[in-house]
């Protein structure tokens, strides 16, 4: 099993884990709700109902808590 890079719970479901994605065209990092694929730019702004999207990101890939190693990301993970 993964361990992927999660940093809480989705507020706009309240079932799926918030995930650290990364756009695989640009690297871009967001957060991702596994369950229902709301999307944030930050971990800041996945806290907030309201700045969630959708389908805003090209194809991705879930990060593992490894590849935050030096990230300023890193202080958001469970």
């Known amino acids: 099993m993964k361990n992927y890079a999660a940093i809480g719970t989705c507020p706009v479901c309240s079932q799926g884990r918030l995930v650290i ?5 640009t690297g871009r990092l967001y957060v991702l709700c596994e369950e229902c694929e709301s999307e944030w730019s930050s971990p800041e702004d996945s806290r907030e109902v ?11 890939t879930l ?6 190693e030096g990230h300023p990301w890193r202080k ?3």
């Open 21 to 25: 994605a990364r756009e695989i065209a």
């Open 50 to 60: 309201g700045e969630a999207g959708r389908e805003s990101h090209g194809p991705s």
């Open 63 to 68: 990060l593992e808590r490894e590849a935050l």
């Open 76 to 78: 958001f993970l469970w």
